[in-house]
């Protein structure tokens, strides 16, 4: 499950990327394991914009694919 | 099994190509002479420029657009002439990841002392650039920006805290404002100051040895991931200690901002992508039909043919005589002097400021990153990213400049496709006043549908075929959205000089060049030569009047004189004729102007290669279009 599955205004906590380049450029922008992501808008097959520390970044549907919200139990993102 | 967005451990190219006009000196001579460094560095969009400009009273490019800032101006602080100020573009990181990092990297190495601009609203993602000057061992100085928005957000920043933790002095401005940057500009003021308190090292990140055994353990990718990590763990507790929220959190506001909900509109595919039309449509109405047409009608016809041209064809006049090759070559019908001024002047000046003025407000207002975000899941298909969208938007206005612009983009390859993409299927302003004209003989809303539909579809197979056959892969998108806001006149004026004084400055010896050189095959006759030479290839191969060969000929002097030329042939051509020939004009070679730019910014081969399957690509492509409108006669 990828942060594709998100829905418009659902909250995930990110998990370490796996791919090393884009853990190290996420990572200096603030996205790290435990970052917490709001889904604020979803272009269909395309970049999703997350808020994340108050600020909004785009992040390409390619990277969203690489990227995995933490389980959490209390929050069903099915 | 999820696509890797780059092979791990595998860093994009850096182009080895300079992108930036070298400071005049370097540091060591700087420093010989008594010099003191400082070298601004920081996140994109915090206000790195706002802040240059203040200590230099030069004008570096201030917008709401990440990532404008790709040369590295510089200059004297108007405060402190001992003072050698140098701005960078920004980034997150110094990691070898792109051009600009590479660039910015060697800066702040060579400086004496690193002013970071940080924005207060994004401090843990802005400190991790701060923490990793300080681990390289950079004498910093922190600068916290944007310190109103701040209090907005209800949150309080510890400032002392936050200089204790990082172990350098930490300064708060508001550089927007008229006196914002006063404070660092005390500071500085007090330069050269070997003993003061603000050439203290920083406190490294614990956990690291700093200096250069820090920047050797990153060159490896292994241990950078680990550095990394240990940073931005660092950093978040920093944070955590420093900034607190005024108002408990449970009181935050339901209600959204004006500005937000715009920003959340304009990513809406159907809201964002009506405005879009409706951006560009008014663009057209502004740039194409007021400023193309009537601002142009006057400063090219009545000022420039009118008052200036004819005293500089009287004075050359004087001394050779009118029918002489060197009166034609100086003021003929392509003189160097005559038509260069009038082309310079008379038309790309008034485009170009109007273009300016129209892009300034756009990109103040942070609508563009959002365009971007929207365009993204096309032009990744093509191999580039949303980032993209705005040279293809200034395409529309002139495609030189938009190729100048190119530079904001990550990669080379990128830069091919995009700078490919503007010679080929982007009509410039110049060209669309006419083709608009032309329209109407060619059987106006069906035709504009068939050739809006040939465009679109030669723009996508041509990036699509570049994405295939260039090495390497596009770059993903990862760009910061700014907040909405309402453009600043006195920036926008600000801006749209700077700029379009640039681009005359950079563009203007390039057309006297090119004019020159039509100049001498029009007065030893090659022009008539090579439109004898067309002649068959017009009449057989894109079934056109012979006399059409003349337009395609102009074409290359300046793109409107080609469609101009087919107006003025006007009844003689079918519909099926006037569209096949408007076609091949737009894909038909770029402009003298944007055929140097090109030869500048893509090199001697790249450019040849475009302008070569520029000529293909129209030809095949009119001659496709031609036979298809016979067989098939829609128009």
Known sequence: ?78 | MPAPVLPPNVLPPVATAALTTPPPMDAATRSKAGLVTVVLAGNPNVGKSVVFNALTGLYANVSNFPGTTVDTPHGRCKHNDRIFIQDTPGVYGLSGLSDEETITEAAVLDADIVVNVVNATTLSRDLFFTQQLIDYGCTVLVVVNQMDRLANTQQQLDVERLETLLGVTVLPLVATHAHGVTPLITLLNQLPLEANAITQAGNPCPGMVPGQPARNAEANPAQRMHAYGLRRKHINAVVANTLTQTTPSTTTPTSQTLSQRLGTWCLNPLIGGVSLLGVLWLLYQVVGVWVAGDLVNFTEGTIMLGWVIPPIQWAVGQVFATDSWMYKLLAGEFGVLTMSIQYIYGVLFPLVLGFYVYLSVLEDSGYLPRIAVLSDTILSRIGLNGRAIIPMILGFGCVTMATVSTRVLTSQRERTIASTLLAVTIPCSAQLAVIMALMAAAGGFKAWGVYLVILSALFCAIGAALNLVLPGKSTPLVLDLPPMRLPQLTNVAQKTWVRTKAFIAEAAPLFVLGSAIVGVLHVFGALTVIQHWLSPLTEQWLLLPGETATAFVMGLVRRDFGAAGLLAMGDTLTAAQVMTALVTITLFVPCIASAAIFWKERGPGEATAILLGSWAIAFGMGAIVARILAWVPIL
């Open chain 1, 1 to 78: 499950m990828s942060l594709l599955t998100l829905l418009v205004g659902q909250t995930a906590t990110l998990a370490a990327p796996s791919n090393p380049y884009l853990q190290i450029q996420l990572m200096r922008m603030g996205l790290s394991e435990g970052a917490q992501l709001t889904l604020k808008s979803k272009v269909p097959a395309g970049p999703m914009v997350f808020e994340c520390n108050g600020t909004e970044i785009a992040l390409g549907h390619d990277i969203c694919k690489q990227l995995h919200p933490q389980p959490q139990p209390h929050l069903s993102l099915t």
